[in-house]
């Protein structure tokens, strides 16, 4: 039996993918974390799913839970939000897991950066003015980060900048920034990015922190910093050089 680690997205239920939609309608045992997945995304699970919430669990309890569905020969699904490959502890769980000689494999969903991206009608590399997205976060009552990946290196190059689950630290965040953006740096918040309740807030360096404690967000947000926002206003951005129309095109014939 295995163990599916499946992204269910960044919260819209019509968002999973079709193999996490089908792994749900077979799959008997669920765990989700009711912190981020509603009712409409557990519906795609099967009527007689067992289903456990982790949202006040250790990572030893949920290991156990699955251990246990391995052993009564059942497949389960653990569903993270967004994407495994970020910040879902896939590297704790799984080892745990090859250790308990219970096979396991990935199921990939849409990352939230990407849904804040599209929410904000944004492209996040533009030709010639930035080709490089660095996704992140921030310390403050979590696991340290590495001295290397501190913010103040990481803005350095200037890239567009994905901060997540950084959003209570946006004031000291902002003016950490503006030494290597600029104080007018555009910046949007994107909090429950694809869910009814989405909102979305725009301003700069300079006056975001305002517009994100006004608003009362705490948490499921994603913070974009960089010049490749609100870019369409600019005349004097260049065309990629695949769809240039200055481009040489050989003739088919």
């Known amino acids: 039996m295995t163990v599916h680690f499946v992204g269910s997205g960044p919260g819209a239920a019509d968002l999973l993918t079709l193999r996490a939609v089908n792994l749900l309608r077979e799959v008997p045992v669920v765990l989700y974390a009711g912190t981020y997945l509603d009712a409409e995304t557990l519906s795609h699970c099967r009527d007689d799913a067992e289903l456990v919430d982790t949202q006040h669990l250790d990572l030893d309890e949920i290991t156990a839970h699955l251990v246990d569905a391995h052993r009564r020969g059942l497949d389960a699904v653990r569903l993270c939000s967004g994407d495994p490959s970020l910040y879902s502890a896939l590297t704790e769980q799984t080892r745990r897991l090859d250790a308990a000689g219970v096979p396991w494999d990935v199921t990939p969903g849409v990352p939230a950066y990407a849904a804040a991206a599209a929410a904000l009608g944004t492209e996040l590399t533009v030709p010639e003015l930035v080709q490089t997205v660095v996704l992140t976060r921030t310390q403050a009552r979590s696991t ?103 481009r040489e095109r050989p003739g088919l014939g």
């Open 144 to 246: 340290a980060m590495p001295d290397t990946e501190a913010l103040a290196r990481v803005a350095g190059i200037r890239a567009s900048l994905v901060l997540h689950l950084a959003i209570t630290r946006i004031r000291v965040l902002a003016e950490e920034l503006t030494a290597e953006y600029g104080a007018d740096c555009p910046v949007a918040v994107v909090a429950f990015a694809s869910r009814p309740n989405q909102v979305v807030l725009r301003g700069t360096l300079a006056d975001i922190a305002d517009g994100v404690e006004a608003a009362g967000l705490k948490h499921t947000a994603v913070i974009v910093v960089g010049h490749a926002l609100g870019v369409r206003e600019r005349p004097d951005v260049a065309c990629s050089h695949l769809y240039d129309p200055a």
